[in-house]
């Protein structure tokens, strides 16, 4: 099975500031049929269900707004948004969809500083 | 796009229970369908999908050969056969669309497994 890591597993930072959170395969997740890797980042607010941001890496589902961004390839992989907003508040996952089992990595606890 | 799971509640260890997903608002036998849980205060954990015409199944080892994932394309309905429950497998079980990642989730329904 695929192994997700995230880092860090939780983060405190002040509004308008950056935020960066890796994820980490144990195995390339780039996905033969389409040469696309098949990293997918998720947030999750308290008492909802989570809700998709990002595919294919670094494609950003439509709605999201342009200041999450994904990047990486094969194993290694950032989210980023680019000024926190206080509704950012929430918990991030990655998922590799490339190969079942669909693993999930452990979490990112974003708060305000 | 809407996925309405039912079938939670209390169950025993040991016990079973069937859960149900009604999807509206797609065509539902152009997507796989997966299964998603999520213990209290916990992590997500990805449980089982299923292809669009439900000819490939797979699952996440804790559940292999106790839980089966089906579909019924003419109800655009989502099932999920959970035997031989353990306290472990407590936890809110979101139905969720495939497509590029997991792009449509439930609300969940919860499951409670205890004596």
């Known amino acids: 099975d695929i192994v997700m890591t995230q880092s860090p597993d939780s983060l405190a930072v002040s509004l308008g500031e950056r935020v960066t959170i890796n994820c980490k395969s144990s195995?390339?997740?780039?996905?033969?049929?389409?040469?696309?890797?098949?990293l997918t980042w998720y947030q999750q607010k308290p008492g909802q269900p989570p809700k998709m941001l990002i595919y294919w890496a670094s494609t950003r589902e439509s709605g999201v707004p342009d200041r999450f961004s994904g990047s990486g390839s094969g194993t290694d992989f950032t989210l980023t948004i680019s000024s926190l907003q206080a509704e950012d508040v929430a918990v991030y996952y990655c998922q590799q969809y490339s190969t079942s089992p669909y693993t999930f990595g452990q979490g990112s606890k974003l708060e305000i500083k | 796009v809407h996925l309405v799971e039912s079938g939670g509640g209390l169950v025993q260890p040991g016990g079973s229970l069937r859960l149900s997903c009604a999807a509206s608002g797609f065509t539902f036998s152009d997507y796989w369908i997966h299964w998603v849980r999520q213990a209290p205060g916990k992590g997500l954990v990805w449980v089982s999908h299923?292809?669009?015409?439900?000819?490939?199944?797979s699952y996440a080892d804790s559940v292999k050969g106790r839980f089966t994932i089906s579909r019924d394309n003419t109800r655009n309905t989502l099932y999920l056969q959970m035997n031989s429950l353990k306290d472990e497998d407590t936890a809110v079980y979101y139905c969720v669309r495939g497509a590029g990642g997991l792009d449509k989730w439930g609300q969940g329904t919860l499951v409670t497994v205890s004596s």
């Open positions: 195995q390339s997740v780039l996905y033969g049929s389409n040469n696309r890797n098949h």
């Open positions: 299923i292809t669009n015409n439900g000819d490939i199944t």
